[in-house]
């Protein structure tokens, strides 16, 4: 247990110096405690059975002069799987004062003595600092529903694995190094073109064109059918990434959904999409990486909400070319008249 508490410590160390990173800021200084803020954890129950629900809840309150960046939802959450969550619940109290609460509904179906790992907690202060404070870890304790009954079944171990002596001739080995010697020009022959562009023709389609299309196509698929939420949504946020980077000339595909957030928070996109878009990520991010099973509808829905995204921002840019043709040929027409004049 001690081991497992300290590997899940330096995993959060390790989140938050990749947090700090990806918002191009200095690392923010850890402290245990800050003025007018608590950081509180709880959990439902400390003694649970193998597949028992437990709710764990991070309780922050704070100054409305300090601002929070909540504890990442795709956190580590040691051995537990995240079945549903409410991310950052805000309340204003009587005092002036901001309560958030993150609540998430885990479950594991392995027994044992656990620590849910401590999670890293961001505060922006009214000194431009930032500053940073560890929740505490909670111990859950998961019982085996078999319990201590005598007549459970003893399970034996398995027998080590037969190794057979290889029995692989030598010029296997030499045919096999002749033929990479043959290969490897070819390899980097072929690594050389694709590097200068020649390898793929550059699509001249809209970007909305070659959204509409790969959404389309993602339709077809039996993802949802077979129950692949995981690579569903992989390839749902590929698109919305792609188009927006296509649109916007920007590397989105390979940022991450805080990235995303700072990014585009000075880019006007129309209709509110800036936030929906945001909690699309999020929900996106909860599915890929926290193992997390969509409610029922919810993959459909999403996938309609990136296709109305795709379609508002192309209206948006189809005016602004038709607002700047006319602006073009207002001046041109101004410019005739005084020449002629």
Same mark, same amino acid.
């Given at each position: 247990?001690?081991?497992t508490?300290?590997?899940?410590?330096?995993?959060?160390?390790?989140?938050?110096?990749?947090?700090?990173?990806?918002?191009?800021?200095?690392p &923010?200084?850890?402290?245990?405690?800050?003025?007018?803020?608590?950081?509180?954890?709880?959990?439902? +129950?400390?003694?649970?059975?193998?597949?028992?629900?437990?709710?764990?809840?991070?309780?922050?309150?704070?100054?409305?002069?300090?601002?929070?960046?909540?504890? &990442?939802?795709?956190?580590?959450?040691?051995?537990?799987?995240?079945?549903?969550?409410? &991310?950052?619940?805000?309340?204003?109290?009587?005092?002036?004062? %901001?309560?958030s609460?993150?609540?998430?509904?885990?479950?594991?179906?392995?027994?044992?003595?656990?620590? %849910?790992?401590?999670?890293?907690?961001?505060? +922006?202060?009214?000194?431009?600092?930032?500053?940073?404070?560890?929740?505490?870890?909670?111990?859950?304790?998961?019982?085996?529903?078999l319990?201590?009954? &005598?007549?459970?079944?003893?399970?034996?171990?398995?027998?080590?694995?037969?190794?057979?002596?290889?029995?692989?001739?030598?010029?296997?080995?030499?045919?096999?190094?002749?033929?990479?010697? %043959?290969?490897?020009?070819?390899?980097?022959?072929?690594?050389?073109?694709?590097?200068?562009?020649?390898?793929?023709?550059?699509?001249?389609?809209?970007?909305?064109?070659?959204?509409?299309?790969?959404?389309?196509?993602?339709?077809?698929?039996?993802?949802?059918?077979?129950?692949?939420?995981?690579?569903?949504?992989?390839?749902?946020?590929?698109?919305?990434?792609?188009?927006l980077? +296509?649109m916007?000339?920007?590397?989105?595909?390979?940022?991450?959904?805080?990235?995303?957030?700072?990014?585009?928070?000075?880019?006007?996109?129309?209709?509110?999409?800036?936030?929906?878009?945001?909690?699309?990520?999020?929900?996106?991010?909860?599915?890929?990486?926290?193992?997390?099973?969509?409610?029922?509808?919810?993959?459909?829905?999403?996938?309609?909400?990136?296709?109305?995204?795709?379609?508002?921002? =192309?209206?948006?840019?189809?005016?602004? %070319?038709?607002?700047?043709? =006319?602006?073009?040929?207002?001046?041109?027409?101004?410019?005739?008249?005084?020449?002629?004049?």
């Amino acid at each position: 247990m001690k081991h497992t508490a300290i590997a899940h410590i330096i995993f959060g160390i390790a989140l938050i110096l990749a947090v700090s990173a990806a918002a191009q800021e200095a690392p &923010p200084d850890t402290v245990s405690s800050l003025p007018g803020v608590t950081v509180e954890t709880s959990v439902s +129950r400390g003694d649970i059975y193998v597949g028992d629900t437990v709710t764990y809840t991070v309780t922050i309150t704070y100054d409305s002069t300090i601002d929070l960046i909540p504890p &990442p939802l795709g956190a580590n959450l040691g051995a537990f799987e995240v079945k549903d969550y409410e &991310p950052d619940v805000e309340t204003k109290l009587d005092d002036g004062r %901001i309560k958030s609460e993150t609540t998430f509904r885990i479950s594991t179906f392995t027994t044992g003595e656990y620590v %849910i790992p401590p999670l890293p907690v961001i505060f +922006r202060m009214p000194d431009s600092g930032s500053r940073l404070i560890m929740t505490d870890g909670m111990p859950i304790s998961v019982k085996s529903l078999l319990g201590d009954n &005598p007549d459970s079944l003893d399970v034996k171990p398995l027998k080590a694995q037969y190794e057979f002596e290889p029995e692989i001739p030598a010029w296997y080995y030499w045919g096999g190094a002749s033929l990479l010697l %043959i290969l490897l020009p070819l390899v980097l022959w072929l690594i050389f073109r694709k590097k200068k562009g020649l390898l793929e023709p550059v699509d001249r389609r809209t970007a909305w064109e070659i959204a509409f299309e790969d959404l389309a196509v993602l339709q077809q698929k039996s993802y949802l059918a077979d129950g692949a939420h995981k690579q569903y949504y992989f390839e749902l946020t590929d698109i919305a990434r792609a188009f927006l980077g +296509r649109m916007y000339r920007l590397d989105v595909l390979e940022m991450t959904t805080t990235e995303y957030r700072n990014a585009f928070v000075a880019i006007p996109l129309p209709n509110d999409w800036y936030s929906r878009l945001l909690d699309f990520f999020r929900h996106a991010d909860l599915v890929k990486f926290a193992r997390m099973t969509p409610e029922s509808g919810r993959p459909e829905a999403d996938l309609s909400l990136v296709h109305d995204m795709v379609a508002d921002i =192309r209206d948006e840019r189809l005016r602004q %070319i038709e607002e700047e043709e =006319r602006v073009r040929k207002a001046r041109g027409r101004s410019a005739r008249e005084e020449k002629a004049a």
